[in-house]
């Protein structure tokens, strides 16, 4: 599929598509959407990057045009606030005049105006579970006319412990429904969802989840722990573009902050314990350029969907070696090449081979002296103009010429869980991050058993 254009979908959303430049489907979107159209129910793994934000959008705008009956017809779930503002966002920028806005219904905002939106009508809401399993548990509305329904993230919402929420939700909504659900992963908690929940789903695979995009070239250097914070300094001073910190603890975010900033390298922080309008303030000031250097945790970073990250910087060694690859994931998208350097101590040189050798990957090993002879920044990146982002925009647009090794006709195995040394209490352990990027172009082609995965182009 070379266009949206080829899509057997309505002129109004050709016309919309159109009208904010979205012309080539990525292959997320050219595999999933015709399925999805035909009403089937559908279970993908893909990770963040891969434009399945409108593979999911563009079905549930054309149910809407089809039924435009009253009631609320589509549910989207999502694990995060930031991730669910961002779907509305783009759902509202193609919706045009002809569908009526989403619904947010998320914890840490005004719940008169979530419960306003749907009291005018809303016929499509992007939820979190907690929140909307509390609304529901008031009563303070119904989904006897929900269409279809989406799952985006599963995995990462079982990670947030929302399984019992899901199943509360999932179990008033009607039998006769759409479902369609995107996991980065698929473990056994998300293959027993799919089991009570989809029927007959046409099953997708986009590419490894343990493998960082070719494109990005990663480093690691060794470095004495009282050395760590002036070495973080000069890698922040050498790169001009935009660079994405990850540290491990919400007191570390907060100290790494305020000392850069202190050092003139203008910087800001999310997680846990920030408010949501202290987190969406510093989000948008990352994606705008008024800030080049964000801060977070791997929890608190699921929300983060930035283009043009020229850097990231591991200042921590993550606690899980699925981690790296979410992290890493943050830069080098849209066709562009990224860098990522990781920290690490003379005592955490065996962590580093067993992460190498988990991932099945080489990092570039350097010490803090020879970081003038590191070729940074990378060519071609330089400091962002302000813009404002939506989401998945530029997946819509890209031909992604990444290198891609197609799956095999088995389910993408599960997690891996080679623990990294981590003396903390189990309340302050992180939880996993996400999002690498698309693949290289590729064709579906369809396997028994109504499976269909992605091949490479020869």
Excluded at 15 to 37: C, D
Excluded at 258 to 264: E, F, M, Q, T, V
Excluded at 320 to 340: C, D, S, Y
Excluded at 396 to 422: E, Q
């Amino acid at each position: 599929m070379q266009s949206f254009t080829d899509l057997p979908i309505s002129a109004y959303t050709k016309e919309r598509l159109a009208s904010v430049k979205f012309t080539t489907p990525t292959p997320v979107q050219a595999a999933a959407i015709p399925q999805a159209l035909e009403g089937k129910d559908l279970l993908a793994t893909a990770q963040t990057g891969t434009g399945k934000t409108l593979a999911f959008l563009i079905p549930v705008m054309e149910k809407l045009l089809q039924n435009p009956g009253p009631g609320i017809a589509a549910l989207v779930l999502v694990p995060t606030r930031e991730l669910a503002m961002q779907v509305v966002d783009q759902y509202n920028v193609l919706r045009g005049k002809h569908l009526g806005p989403a619904a947010l219904v998320v914890g840490g905002l005004s719940e008169h105006g979530q419960l306003s939106a749907i009291r005018k009508g809303a016929r499509l809401i992007v939820a979190t579970p907690g929140r909307l399993e509390d609304y529901l548990d008031r009563r303070l509305f119904t989904f006897r006319d929900l269409r279809i329904l989406v799952l985006d993230e599963a995995d990462r919402m079982l990670d947030m412990g929302f399984l019992p929420a899901i199943r509360r939700i999932a179990s008033i909504l009607p039998k006769e429904r759409q479902t369609l659900l995107f996991s980065a992963t698929l473990e056994s908690s998300v293959v027993h969802l799919v089991k009570d929940y989809l029927r007959n789903p046409v099953r997708l695979a986009f590419g490894s989840t343990l493998k960082p995009a070719e494109n990005v070239r990663m480093q690691a250097f060794e470095v004495a722990a009282d050395e760590k914070h002036k070495l973080l300094t000069r890698l922040l001073v050498k790169e001009t573009g935009r660079c994405l910190v990850f540290a491990r603890t919400k007191r570390l975010t907060d100290r790494l902050t305020k000392s850069l900033n202190r050092d003139g390298i203008s910087a800001a922080m999310i997680h846990g314990d920030r408010s949501q309008s202290q987190r969406t303030s510093a989000l948008t000031a990352f994606q705008q350029g008024r800030i080049r250097v964000l801060i977070a945790t791997d929890l608190a970073s699921r929300g983060i969907h930035v283009q043009d990250i020229a850097h990231v910087i591991n200042y921590d060694l993550p606690e899980l070696a699925e981690n790296f690859i979410h992290r890493v994931g943050r830069t080098g998208r849209a066709g562009k090449h990224g860098v990522a350097s990781t920290l690490f101590t003379r005592d955490q040189r065996s962590d580093i081979f067993n992460l190498e050798r988990t991932l099945g990957l080489k990092m570039e090993r350097l010490r803090a002296g020879e970081l003038d002879s590191a070729s940074m920044p990378v060519a071609g990146l330089a400091t962002p103009a302000p813009t404002r982002d939506h989401g998945n925009r530029a997946h819509a647009t890209l031909h992604a010429d990444r290198s891609f090794s197609p799956s095999s006709n088995a389910p993408l195995s599960g997690r891996s869980t080679t623990p990294f040394r981590d003396n903390r209490p189990d309340h302050e352990r992180l939880r996993n991050d996400n999002g690498t990027a698309a693949p290289r172009r590729a064709q579906v082609i369809a396997l028994p058993g109504e499976v269909l995965q992605l091949q490479t182009q020869t």
